[in-house]
């Protein structure tokens, strides 16, 4: 059974960072691709980040480059994402996922997901 646990949400205020995690149980992500996204209530699904595993490869979406950093611990089977520079519209339920296709041009498609961790961003 594929299991993606994130974790690592919270309050932090304008201006702060957070880090997420993702414990992925059910595949290796060594070989793998694998990414984030968020959603706010109310709004759509918005891709953050995705990242080939074993080159490296990662890929943002325009509006996330500067902030959002993924990475990932092959080993420990986890991803991450640093979040810096916050702001209030960052607030969302975050979601690591398995992708399922990469490109270049066209971002992340996001396979399995698991139930989020969530961030608000207020003062």
């Known amino acids: 059974e594929v299991q993606l646990q994130a974790s690592g949400g919270g309050l932090v205020k304008p201006g702060g960072s957070l880090r997420l995690s993702c414990v992925v149980s059910?595949?290796?992500?060594?070989?793998?691709?694998v990414g984030w996204f968020r959603q706010a209530p109310g709004k759509e699904r918005e891709g953050i980040s995705c990242?080939?595993?074993?080159?490296?490869?990662?890929f943002y979406y325009a509006s996330m480059k500067g902030r959002f950093t993924i990475s990932t611990d092959s080993a420990a089977n986890t991803v991450y994402s640093q979040m810096n520079s916050l702001k209030p519209e960052d607030t969302a339920l975050y979601h690591c996922?398995?992708?399922?296709?990469?490109?270049?041009?066209?971002?992340?498609?996001?396979?399995?997901w698991g139930q989020g961790t969530l961030v608000t961003v207020s003062s």
């Open positions: 059910g595949f290796a992500i060594a070989n793998r691709a």
């Open positions: 990242i080939m595993v074993d080159d490296g490869n990662t």
């Open positions: 996922a398995r992708v399922t296709k990469m490109a270049s041009g066209a971002g992340c498609t996001f396979g399995s």
